[in-house]
């Protein structure tokens, strides 16, 4: 029998525990925010899917103190080698490693399954107090000028300010606000992917093989003993082990090759699609209920865990009173980027359509490190003439000294749920909340500086002297100004107030 409650309320109902869902709710929980995360499924994603991370989110894995089991989960990418027949006729590599910079410590893709980041994600969401409800699915909701109210599949009644739907394409929230998802669904383009276990081969390399109309692969799964192989869908319905282990042996010319046991697969469908709008009141989407790409660049899950990063600072500046430009700011800034995004997939499956030579081949393009929210309505730039670095770009990172002669990374210290303003040279001191740390970038040690020996930090963020940068908690730029009153400004546009708790703060002591 179905139970039916009114739960107490919390700030935040997330419906859907993908990517999208575990970031968000990781993001809410490490700021102290009541929230409730469901999904529908009775059991925990079992597949590889989108197992390409970029290295965006690999900052933002690094901000949320999960980089370390993600790079221990995967590896760089393995090469890839053409056959025809027995014989290797192209051996390459989606894209070839970079070395870090001083600016961008994750130059490279990682590949991990998409099972496994959800479980690493999971379990920081379990450290930081949080837990996923399922089976328990979103049913319907309503909402009003205070809040949400939500009824989900257990018979439950939930009330929350504020509800999110990450979840997935045929998303119940999207659907249930009427809100429209156009673009194109192409059911000539389809592509069965599969996560096998395989004998036959090692798994020093990945495999493809000319196919009867489409290539057949064989490529080892990063972390896991398994295989992705993908080949042409069945035109009928038969069991998919027997159908894949003739396409293996037809493509591959060999019989040796034992496709043992298939723990998951799918068909996939070309299917490009961007929601007219990520938000209706109270209510909000994020993740592939807000936009679906081809899986071509790997931008789907990368592109949603960015939308989680996006809104869960914003969401928790909401709950306490921030001003409405903040949250108001999710849907332009994130529509944006998850525009480009699909640009960029979908210009790299037409060159897979065309049998392009460099159709493989991935540029920096893919990386998310360049999508900014220049122009948005959280970005101020009041200089007369921006340098090359703007309000709305990703911070970047830099190696300075403390004043005690230890060298660390300002993602060390940028990197969590405060703000961060660097004052550059002999910037004036400017009253800021104490939500904001403050550093002091100088080139000589001093109180409570941060020493630029090398000049990178200067170099990356190219502003004169008595400049002030303020970095928002996820990472993007704010605010570049002269003037201290530039900082008591934007702060309080934010915040609602021109005279918010201020406190006259020091620099942040570095030790
Ligand atoms: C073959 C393939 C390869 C891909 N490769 C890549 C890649 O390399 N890189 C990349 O970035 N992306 C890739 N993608 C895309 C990526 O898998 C998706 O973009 C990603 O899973 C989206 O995450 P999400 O959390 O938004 O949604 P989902 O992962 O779809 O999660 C949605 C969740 O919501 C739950 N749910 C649904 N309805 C309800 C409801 N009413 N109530 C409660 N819960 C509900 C579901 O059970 C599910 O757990 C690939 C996709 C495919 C198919």
């Not at 599969?194 to 109309?213: K, L, S, T, Y």
């Amino acid at each position: 029998m179905l139970r039916t409650t009114a739960s107490a309320d919390v700030g935040v109902l997330i419906a859907g525990a993908g990517p999208t869902g575990l970031t968000l709710a990781c993001e809410l929980a490490v700021r102290g925010v009541r929230f409730r995360l469901v999904d529908r499924s009775a059991a925990f994603f079992g597949g590889s899917r989108a197992d390409g991370i970029q290295p965006r989110t690999l900052e933002v894995f690094a901000g949320l103190g999960v980089l370390d089991r993600i790079l221990a989960a995967g590896d760089f990418g393995i090469e890839m080698r053409a056959y025809r027949g027995g014989e290797v006729v192209w051996t390459g590599r989606m894209s070839e490693p970079t070395e870090p910079a001083p600016s961008v410590p994750y130059p490279n893709p990682w590949f991990v399954p998409q099972f496994r980041t959800e479980e690493i994600l999971r379990e920081r969401l379990a450290e930081l107090g949080g837990r996923v409800e399922q089976p328990t699915g979103l049913s319907d909701f309503g909402q009003d000028a205070e809040g949400v109210t939500a009824t989900l599949s257990t018979g439950e009644t939930v009330r929350a300010r504020y509800l999110v739907g990450a979840d997935g394409g045929p998303s119940t929230v999207r659907r249930r606000l009427g809100i429209d998802f156009p673009g194109e669904t192409d059911e000539s383009t389809t592509m069965l992917f599969a996560d096998a276990r395989v004998d036959g081969i090692g798994r020093d390399h990945g495999r493809i093989w000319p196919g009867e109309d489409r290539p057949v692969s064989i490529v080892p799964l990063a972390g896991t003993d398994l295989f992705v192989v993908a080949a042409r869908p069945p035109v009928h319905d038969e069991p998919i082990r027997e159908y894949l282990q003739r396409q293996i042996t037809t493509a591959s010319g060999r019989a040796d090759i034992v496709l043992r046991e298939i723990t998951w697969h799918t068909t996939w469908r070309s299917n490009t699609r961007l929601a007219t709008r990520f938000r209706d009141g109270r209510v909000l989407l994020a993740g592939d209920a807000a936009h679906v790409h081809p899986p071509t660049g790997g931008q789907g899950m990368n592109t949603g865990i960015q939308d989680g990063h996006n809104l869960g600072w914003k969401l928790a500046a909401a709950l306490t009173g921030a001003a409405p430009v903040v949250l108001d700011s999710y849907e332009p800034e994130r529509m944006s980027t998850a525009r480009t995004a699909l640009d960029i997939s979908t210009a790299l499956l037409r060159k897979h359509q065309r049998g392009d030579d460099d159709a493989h081949v991935r540029g920096p393009e893919v990386h998310g490190l360049a999508l900014n929210y220049r122009g948005g309505p959280l970005s101020r730039d009041e200089r007369a003439a921006p340098g090359s670095l703007q309000a709305g770009d990703r911070a970047p990172d830099a190696p300075v000294s403390t004043a005690a002669g230890r060298v660390i990374r300002l993602f060390d210290l940028s990197q969590g749920p405060h703000w961060t303003l660097l004052s550059f040279g002999a910037a004036a001191e400017c009253p800021v909340d104490p939500a904001v740390h403050t550093y002091r970038v100088a080139e000589a040690a001093g109180e409570r500086t941060l020493v630029d020996h090398d000049g990178h930090l200067r170099a990356a963020y190219d502003v004169p002297d008595g400049s002030l940068v303020l970095i928002r908690p996820d990472g993007y730029l704010g605010l570049i100004t002269g003037s201290a009153q530039g900082v008591t400004d934007y702060w309080a546009d934010l915040h609602g107030t021109a005279e918010p708790p201020l406190l006259r703060s020091s620099p942040q002591a570095v030790r």
